[in-house]
């Protein structure tokens, strides 16, 4: 049984380009949550979402980000227009309801 | 609005000692997960618990409820637990279920 996956692992985008993250959740997990490491800082909450909704995008910056999770496909982390502040490492997780949550390896986005 | 707390923020050892990396957290939850963070970035979920006490191997978890408290406990540690260790309060309710991380315990354990 497949763990959490995330890909990219790695991406490099100049300032003003467009990143997209993807994460396909556990077999049997319909939520996903997304959260976000900057350096040298702890995780914090970004976004949760159950299939075709979005639950709580509280700590979702208020411009340029939004998720998604589609019927069919991953669920997608896109930044518009990226600065360099956006460079952090960004983790995905996945969950059956109130179940443990388990994480993706995560997403090393840098910003040039 | 929930606030997690660790101590101690790093912690070393040495080989075979017996570890205690504590947690708080400020409002009721549904859950407390602990997880493993290595030098590689990736996370590992250790445990999620919301009452008593879990064991996984060499690795106890306990929580109180009525304190909100909790004690991540590694007992004859080696040096491949050297780590980051992150305690995480789940605020499950009807309209979410994210997780509110504390800022994680650097251990390192010499041989």
């Known amino acids: 049984n497949a763990g959490v996956m995330q890909n990219p692992r790695h991406l490099v985008r100049r300032r003003g380009q467009e990143a997209r993250l993807r994460c396909s959740p556990m077999?049997?997990?319909?939520?996903v949550y997304w959260y976000r490491q900057l350096p040298e800082e702890g995780l914090k909450f970004m976004v949760y979402?159950?299939?075709?909704?979005?639950?709580?995008e509280s700590g979702m910056p208020k411009e340029r980000f939004s998720a998604e999770f589609p019927k069919e496909g991953p669920s997608i982390l896109r930044i518009q227009q990226v600065v360099r502040g956006d460079s952090a490492a960004y983790f995905c997780?996945?969950?059956?309801?109130?179940?443990?949550?388990?994480f993706g390896p995560g997403t090393r986005l840098t910003v040039t | 609005k929930n606030e997690v707390e660790q101590s101690p923020q790093n912690l070393t050892a040495q080989e075979g000692e017996f570890i205690t990396i504590n947690c708080s957290y400020s409002v009721g939850i549904s859950a407390l997960h602990w997880l493993q963070q290595h030098p590689g970035g990736g996370i590992v979920s250790l445990f999620m618990l919301s009452s008593g006490k879990k064991k996984h191997g060499r690795l106890i978890a306990t929580i109180n409820i009525q304190e909100k408290h909790s004690s991540l406990h590694i007992t004859a540690s080696h040096p491949r637990d050297s780590a980051v260790y992150i305690c995480a309060a789940r605020e499950g309710s009807y309209n979410t279920d994210k997780l509110i991380f504390g800022t994680g315990t650097r251990l390192q354990v010499f041989p």
């Open positions: 979402l159950q299939k075709e909704n979005i639950i709580d």
């Open positions: 997780a996945s969950s059956r309801l109130a179940g443990e949550q388990y």
């Open positions: 077999k049997g997990h319909s939520h």
